[in-house]
Nanobody, 122 residues
């Protein structure tokens, strides 16, 4: 199994920045597709970003503001969030796609972190 431990969430003012971390056990993160998803109160969980052998991909609402990256030496995936907006407020989850497909669907991810709260004030 793969264990994912998230950190870095918190409260930030609109326009500010935050970096989320997801440390993975087991196989190196470079061998997985690693995705970030988020879920706001009353809304469904939605795709945010993915890094895989195909490269990176972002949902339109965060494109140009968020950056997903890996540090293979630390076996960790990051989500750098800049120019944060109140609508970015959500619980953010990292997830591992062991087949490394670069999928956007949550159904393609076998393992999930516990989530970390991001709150952006206006």
């Amino acid at each position: 199994q793969v264990q994912l431990v998230e950190s870095g969430g918190g409260l930030v003012q609109a326009g500010g920045s935050l970096r989320l971390s997801c440390a993975a056990s087991g196989r190196t993160v470079s061998s997985y597709g690693m995705g970030w998803f988020r879920q706001a109160p009353g809304k469904e969980r939605e795709f945010v970003a993915v890094i895989s052998w195909r490269g990176t991909y972002y949902t339109d609402s965060v494109k140009g503001r968020f950056t997903i990256s890996r540090d293979n030496a630390k076996n960790t995936v990051y989500l750098q969030m800049d120019s944060l907006k109140p609508e970015d407020t959500a619980v953010y989850y990292c997830a591992a796609d062991l087949q490394n497909t670069g999928a956007y669907s949550a159904y393609s991810y076998e393992y999930w972190g516990q989530g970390t709260q991001v709150t952006v004030s206006s």
